[in-house]
């Protein structure tokens, strides 16, 4: 897996409405919401929301975003990264770990030291840096997911 590059949206906007096709099939989230968040991207660039995408060849391999809260109840528990996905073919090439490192430093830049992550999965985001905070309730949600934070110093 080489020849890729991470990409900040705001600093390339023609991904704009392929990035939120894009998680849009891979979340099943409107469309309009993914468009709406990545267009207030460009408008504020201190801060959240914002979007990542790792490109080869210009298709999208992986992206994340930073959204103010992720669907759930612990509204206190902001801003966090979403939507981390990785195609199937292009896993365990480190490339989420880039995404999050990316997301992290560029956030640290804007003055957010602190992240969380909202997810099901055990034993992934520890790897890079992420703790285990809590057990949150999820929109809509009939079981806890676990919540995660970030801090960069």
Request: with cysteine; charged share 25%.
């Amino acid at each position: 897996m080489e020849n890729y590059k991470l990409i900040k949206l705001r600093e390339h906007p023609e991904f704009l409405d392929y990035g939120a096709e894009w998680f849009h099939q891979k979340w099943n989230i409107p469309l309009e919401a993914y468009l709406e968040s990545m267009e207030a991207c460009f408008k504020n660039e201190g801060g959240v929301p914002q979007w990542y995408m790792a490109v080869m060849e210009n298709k999208i391999i992986g992206g994340l975003g930073v959204i103010e809260n992720d669907f759930h109840n612990r509204k206190d528990l902001s801003p966090n990264v979403c939507a981390v996905y990785v195609e199937e073919e292009c896993r365990c090439h480190g490339i989420a770990g880039e995404l999050l490192d990316l997301v992290c430093k560029d956030m640290k830049a804007k003055g957010i030291s602190v992240l969380y992550l909202l997810t099901d999965h055990k034993n992934f985001y520890e790897r890079y840096g992420w703790e285990f905070l809590c057990m949150v309730q999820g929109d809509g949600e009939e079981y806890m997911s676990r919540m995660y934070i970030h801090k960069y110093s």
